[in-house]
């Protein structure tokens, strides 16, 4: 059953950009213990585990708030869930091909962005000088946006080679879904750009959309010192809110692999723990892993009960202390707590 609720989880986090993911972490039903249940929540339809559980979600979809974002709702009838808004891989879309764009491109890539490359020159856009993007559009701008797709999981940055260009992708680009929106230039170009864009009618709510000029100020120069610049922006909006990242590798593996596995996932977390919540570490009968919860000492425990739990195929929930004399047994100084959800699945 939980390899099809994750098969809906992967097709719908992919039309969706985003999902809710209602998991049990405490209680019973009628009688029987259901941690693991879980619920998923899209745009316009809603997917469960175990049908026989129909009214028991019906009367929590009543009680959860949705604009949250992650967190643990405990119910007065001992029933804890653990609610999650999660999205998948964040999409950064590079309009402009420039020296700019390649250390962007590169940084993107181990930030774990899915990176596109947009350039109308033959010379700028190709595999040979962005061999790590995901996806390289030679086009002009106008077309390349049709392939694009629009979502509050997409990050734009804007650097052609001039103003005209500018203008059309910014243009294009606030008609839209985007969570994050930059423009690159000095304080002229920007001036022109959006009293050009105030003259035919956008206003300054549209305006204040857009990061102008892009990047955090740390006195960036070198191509390189800007990409960190824009990418240190871009991770200050994206980690706002309280939502969970879910690897695609381990997303593909629950819903397509033939194997018993434990998917251990960080739900709480006090102090100084190794990871955040909504961090997933997926393990497989063959004792080999994806992903991670903290490595070190933490993660082997965490391990070691995954190992567990694929013989026994229940589902648990284990608290791991690294404060003080339980920091030095675990050999970590950090200090905090970690409460990890493991769950069987086959």
Known sequence: MKKNFYKKLFNGLNLNGEAFVISVIKGSYNGEIIIGQKLSKYKESISIENDNLKDFWNE????????????????????????EHIIGNPNLVICGGGHIALPLCKMGKLLEFNTTIIDDRDEFANKERFPMADKIICSNFEEAFEKIKFDKNTYFVIITRGHKDDRKC???????????????????????????????????????????????????????????????????????????????????????????????????????????????????????????????????????????????????????????SASAKLGMACGGKVKVLLEFNE
């Open 60 to 83: 929590i979809l009543k009680i959860v708030d949705f604009n949250k974002g992650t967190y643990i709702l405990k119910l007065e009838n001992e029933i804890e869930l653990f609610i």
């Open 170 to 324: 910014l243009e294009t680009i606030i008609k839209n879904n985007f969570c994050y929106v930059g423009m690159i230039g000095s304080k002229g170009k920007v001036a022109f750009v959006i009293n050009s864009m105030l003259q035919n009618g956008y206003t300054k709510e549209d305006i204040a959309k857009v990061h102008m000029p892009i990047g955090l100020k740390i006195g960036a120069k070198t191509p390189a010192e800007i990409a960190v610049s824009i990418l240190g922006e871009i991770i200050q909006i994206k980690n706002e809110k309280d939502i969970s990242n879910i690897d695609n590798n381990i997303l593909k593996e629950l819903s397509t692999r033939n194997e018993s596995m434990v998917l251990s996932t960080i739900i709480e977390k006090h102090g100084s723990g190794p990871r955040g919540v909504g961090t997933k570490m997926l393990l497989f009968k063959n004792k080999s892993f994806i992903g991670t919860v903290g490595g070190g000492s933490v993660e082997n425990a965490v391990y070691e009960k995954a190992l567990e739990i694929i013989e026994t195929k229940k589902s648990t929930i284990e608290e791991y202390d690294l404060s003080n």
